[in-house]
């Protein structure tokens, strides 16, 4: 079974530019998470997805961060416009959503350069 | 500030040996815990849970232990292989949030 598929997997952008990346989760899995993990730290949430519904969208930068999950599968997060701080490693994550203790399982992430 | 804790940045271990990696927590209510590993250039990989009701799980060589008393949780890695050489998360859950709040990660290395 195919795991989390993000891409691209890497991106180089020059500062204000915009910038998206792309997650098809676990197949079956209706809960999509994207994730932020600057270097040394652990990942942290930016937006969870129950189905196309975002239900946690609290630490979203909604100044200049949109996410869509529009058919409840794949998902976009996006920046526009991208500043030096937003070098990171943006995870995505999914789980079955079937109850209260889940494993999340993650892609392989899109390591984002912001020059 | 900082709800899961991984003090250690980094451990090194010899081939064969245990490893012990610990993490603590401060809110009671996480009621779900994990660890993944992670190798450079890849996403993290899940290795082992273990819910709240319980005090140890096991998988094969690794094994978590939890100390709701103590808000400490560990991941014993039996014996330790070179393979096993990357940066090691823990992980708790809220319930009813689906939210995991991470700790820093413990770089380890296995030597042969």
């Known amino acids: 079974e195919a795991g989390v598929v993000q891409s691209p997997r890497y991106k180089i952008i020059e500062k204000k530019q915009p910038v998206a990346f792309w997650c098809n989760p676990i197949?079956?899995?209706?809960?999509l998470y994207w994730y932020l993990q600057n270097l040394g730290q652990g990942p942290e949430l930016l937006i969870r997805?129950?189905?196309?519904?975002?239900?946690?969208d609290s630490q979203l930068p909604k100044d200049r961060f949109s996410a869509e999950r529009l058919k409840g599968v794949d998902s976009t997060l996006k920046i526009q416009p991208a500043e030096l701080g937003d070098s990171a490693v943006y995870l995505c994550?999914?789980?079955?959503?079937?109850?209260?203790?889940?494993?999340?399982?993650f892609g392989p992430g899109t390591r984002l350069l912001v020059l | 500030d900082q709800q899961v804790k991984q003090n250690s940045p980094s451990l090194s271990v010899q081939e064969g040996r245990i490893s012990i990696l610990n993490c603590d927590y401060t809110?009671?209510?996480?009621?779900?815990f994990l660890w993944y590993k992670k190798y450079p250039a890849e996403g993290p990989t899940f290795l082992i849970s273990?819910?709240?009701?319980?005090d140890k799980n096991e998988d094969g060589r690794f094994t978590v232990f939890l100390n709701k008393s103590a808000k400490h949780l560990s991941l014993h890695i039996v014996p330790s292989q070179p393979g096993d050489s990357a940066v090691y998360f823990c992980?708790?859950?809220?319930?009813?949030?689906?939210?995991?709040?991470f700790g820093q990660g413990t770089t380890l290395q296995v030597k042969p």
């Open positions: 197949s079956g899995h209706n809960t």
């Open positions: 994550a999914s789980s079955s959503g079937q109850g209260r203790q889940e494993t999340q399982y």
């Open positions: 997805y129950e189905n196309e519904e975002a239900v946690d």
């Open positions: 809110n009671s209510m996480f009621d779900y």
């Open positions: 992980a708790a859950s809220a319930p009813n949030t689906g939210k995991l709040i």
């Open positions: 273990i819910s709240s009701i319980k």
